[in-house]
């Protein structure tokens, strides 16, 4: 326990996380009552989202399910990590293994970690490197972000391989205007510390937007109260440093063209634990480096829009364990991950008439593995060339109509086909959209998969890909002219061909079959400008098909409510909490399916702009201190509360 803590405990008592909310909410909430009334709503997402059709469409166009969440709003949240943003998205389920840094895979409506696309200004952030492709967004920031968007549901159509669970979007913001810049610091009671900056703006044909971010945490034990030692043995903290820059630099071409490189890097290292004990040697470094160089030009009149892109990433960790008291092997534990991609796109999208869209494109993917751990060796390559079309016509204009297809060539298993199709319906008379779609998409075995090297569970060159096919069917209604907008979707995914390494357990496999099922309900109500109400509630089904035994680390109740109030100019004043319940996972010694304790969650932010230029914050995290576990076996962070400022130029 921090001192600053004890000594809130002390005046406190034990009831300080309660006596913390009702302070909060007796100051701020009765401060709402004093502002005049105000008929006009914020709205909840941007009039065009990008990622559903891979091309700008206009919200009420989209025939898929589709949440944004957008720069200012992260930056008013206060939300400092990709995780933090995703855990609050209905149909995602974000497991970390302890605090900042610590690993973390996100479930997209059932499906596996490595089964949702991850992107980041159009360039795929998937890790060749790891076991099933995955990638642990624990280390991407948001700083600087304009938006992320998460399509879910089957979009393999549109974006190839991974996509079965959805697709997770990042975008930077682009340069515009005179040249500004921003800088913010926060520190915790913790002593946990965020930093970032940017600078951006464009001159002639030159626009910029260059930033940096820095977390220090030094971190909480990870490994559960449950594995301490009984004697009160020594049990430290796991820190974690985060340092990342950014970049976007376009350059008008002429009217109708622009080139834009984008550049990312990464550079963490993180001290963690044995999920039973206490390890202090043990330590992850990690280097991220994206590249990517994008034209865009508009032709015709603005009916023919290419895109052409290339892009690079490098993936680099390096795990080190060196003996201890606590690991007594007498072996240094070195392991070393390098993943890489080159990627290729070409996207066409033309404008046949104000009603049908057209949209075609190639794209090419190269990836390469080399891993060295416990004197064992893997490498290995795959190349993958995708070739997609989809047409989107309006129909008596509050009909919205999709219909796409892909078939993409891998090296190692030859062709796979996939399929979308979608349509949405306005009844203007009610304010009531219907939506549905059907889709498939599939999954290409990893390198790791496919080569890697051990005597157990070994690489299989003859795997073959994991296939999906899923639909959804749901509406959103909106009351009071849009000052209340709820919504319902009903969601289905069955999962076949999946790799697993069956009994004798010596090699990888296509043989595990699973379904997801559910629903996800959305309420808001923004009846004065001042005040804006969020509840959102996923249930989620999912369960192996063969076995009957639940899919592991998907929670099936996920309950949400935001608030938002803003009593007086300048002021903001939030509060979230989620319920996560009814969830299964293996039980860290024995191995068996149990299920975890369910927990809430519980936060509050606030935020003052004292002067035009700067802005004074403070928030507040896992208000009520509960002890639980997102992963079975590993001890998420406890209370901790904020405070930073914030300036601009």
Same mark, same amino acid.
């Given at each position: 326990m921090t001192p600053i803590r004890s000594l809130l405990r002390a005046v406190f008592g034990a009831a300080f996380p309660a006596a913390f909310v009702a302070a909060f909410l007796s100051v701020f909430l009765p401060l709402a009552g004093k502002v005049r009334a105000q008929t006009e709503t914020a709205p909840i997402l941007p009039d065009t989202v990008v990622t559903a059709d891979r091309e700008p469409t206009p919200i009420d166009k989209v025939t898929g399910t589709v949440t944004v969440i957008t720069g200012k709003e992260m930056e008013e949240r206060q939300l400092r990590t990709a995780p933090e943003v995703l855990r609050y998205v209905p149909g995602v389920s974000v497991q970390q293994s302890g605090g900042p840094g610590a690993q973390t895979s996100v479930f997209v409506r059932g499906a596996n970690a490595s089964q949702t696309l991850t992107l980041i200004d159009g360039m795929n952030v998937m890790d060749p490197s790891t076991a099933s492709g995955a990638i642990d967004l624990a280390h991407f920031m948001t700083e600087n972000l304009d938006r992320i968007e998460v399509v879910r549901g089957p979009m393999s159509t549109l974006y190839g391989s991974a996509a079965m669970g959805g697709v997770i979007n990042m975008v930077t913001k682009p340069g515009s205007g005179p040249m500004n810049g921003g800088a913010f610091t926060e520190l915790g009671t913790r002593l946990q510390t965020t930093s970032g900056g940017y600078l951006r703006g464009s001159d002639g044909r030159f626009n910029y937007n260059i930033s940096a971010a820095g977390l220090y945490a030094p971190g909480e034990p990870v490994v559960s109260p449950r594995f301490w030692p009984a004697n009160g043995g020594f049990i430290g903290n796991d820190p974690y440093r985060n340092v990342t820059l950014a970049s976007r630099l376009g350059l008008d071409? =002429?009217?109708?063209?622009?080139?834009? /490189? +984008?550049?990312?890097?990464?550079? &963490? @290292? %993180?001290?963690?634990? @044995?999920? &039973?004990? !206490?390890?202090?040697?043990?330590?992850?470094?990690?280097?991220?480096? *994206?590249?990517? /160089?994008?034209?865009?030009? #508009? +032709? /015709?009149?603005?009916?023919?829009?290419? &895109?052409?892109?290339? =892009?690079? $990433?490098?993936i680099q960790r390096?795990? /080190?364990d060196y003996p201890s008291v606590q690991n007594p092997s007498p072996y240094t534990q070195n392991a070393y991950y390098n993943g890489r991609r080159l990627q290729g796109d070409f996207k066409n999208e033309f404008v046949v008439s104000k009603q049908v869209n057209l949209l075609a494109g190639i794209d090419y993917d190269r990836t390469w593995l080399y891993s060295a751990a416990d004197n064992t060796r893997s490498w290995g390559t795959a190349t993958q060339t995708g070739f997609y079309g989809q047409g989107r016509g309006t129909v008596f204009e509050d009909l919205t109509l999709s219909l796409g297809g892909r078939v993409d060539v891998h090296s190692q298993f030859g062709t796979v086909s996939t399929w979308?199709?979608?349509?949405? !319906? %306005?009844?203007?008379? &009610?304010?009531?959209? *219907?939506?549905? #779609? !059907?889709?498939?998409?599939?999954?290409?075995?990893?390198? +790791?998969? %496919? !080569?890697?090297?051990? *005597? $157990?569970?070994?690489?299989?060159?003859? %795997?073959?890909?994991?296939?999906?096919k899923g639909y959804e069917a749901g509406f959103e209604q909106g009351m009071f002219e849009r000052k209340v907008k709820a919504g319902v979707t009903y969601f289905v995914n069955d999962f076949s061909n999946l790799i697993q390494c069956p009994p004798p357990y010596t090699t990888l496999q296509n043989i595990a079959n699973a379904r997801a099922k559910g629903f996800e309900v959305f309420v808001q109500v923004s009846p004065y400008r001042w005040l804006d109400l969020l509840f959102n509630y996923t249930y989620t089904h999912a369960w192996n098909v063969d076995s009957g035994q639940p899919l592991v680390r998907r929670p099936q109740d996920v309950f949400g409510l935001r608030a938002e109030v803003r009593p007086w100019e300048g002021v903001r004043v939030g509060a979230e909490l989620q319920q996560v319940s009814n969830r299964y996972d293996y039980n860290v010694v024995t191995g068996a399916i149990v299920q975890p304790v369910p927990y809430t969650l519980v936060r509050a932010t606030v935020g003052w702009i004292v002067r035009k230029d700067v802005e004074l914050f403070a928030r507040a995290e896992n208000i009520l201190d509960r002890q639980y576990e997102e992963p079975e076996g590993f001890k998420a962070p406890n209370f901790q509360a904020f405070f930073g400022v914030k300036a601009k130029f």
């Open positions: 071409l =002429g009217d109708n063209a622009q080139l834009t /490189l +984008f550049n990312r890097y990464i550079d &963490t @290292q %993180l001290k963690y634990d @044995q999920i &039973t004990y !206490y390890d202090p040697n043990s330590t992850e470094y990690t280097q991220q480096l *994206f590249n990517r /160089l994008q034209f865009n030009g #508009s +032709f /015709l009149d603005d009916r023919w829009k290419p &895109t052409i892109g290339i =892009g690079y $990433s490098n390096h795990d /080190l979308r199709a979608g349509a949405t !319906y %306005l009844v203007r008379a &009610t304010d009531t959209r *219907f939506k549905a #779609s !059907y889709g498939t998409a599939f999954k290409a075995p990893a390198l +790791f998969e %496919l !080569y890697g090297a051990g *005597f $157990s569970c070994a690489g299989n060159r003859n %795997l073959q890909p994991e296939y999906s």
